[in-house]
């Protein structure tokens, strides 16, 4: 059992996004993101799954050497949406 905060490996990340293209597709993830942000409960029980069950709170450190922190998890998760880079983890 992984540490709840902790990102998902490489397997569950696979998964995570399998299931989101089956059921509301990324794409919808990200547009409820945008559109409703951070605090939209649909949005933050998929940041909770992404997590094993909590958001980590910020700052949240990146594999980006260009972006290398960002203030939240939210923060984060909306530039892998814009930046279409779903796998990128911390």
Not at 11 to 30: D, V
Not at 41 to 59: C, F, K, M, T
Not at 75 to 89: A, E, G, H, N
């Amino acid at each position: 059992a992984q540490e709840p905060g902790t990102p998902l490996s490489d397997q569950e990340y696979h998964q995570f996004f399998h299931f989101l293209r089956i059921t509301i597709q990324t794409r919808t993830a990200c547009e409820l993101r945008e559109l409703y942000g951070c605090k939209n409960s649909l949005v933050q029980r998929l940041d909770e799954y992404e997590n094993h069950g909590a958001i980590p709170p910020g700052p949240i450190c990146s594999e980006l050497p260009e972006n290398p922190s960002f203030l939240n998890f939210c923060t984060f998760s909306l530039y892998r949406c814009i930046m279409k880079q779903y796998f990128l983890k911390v």
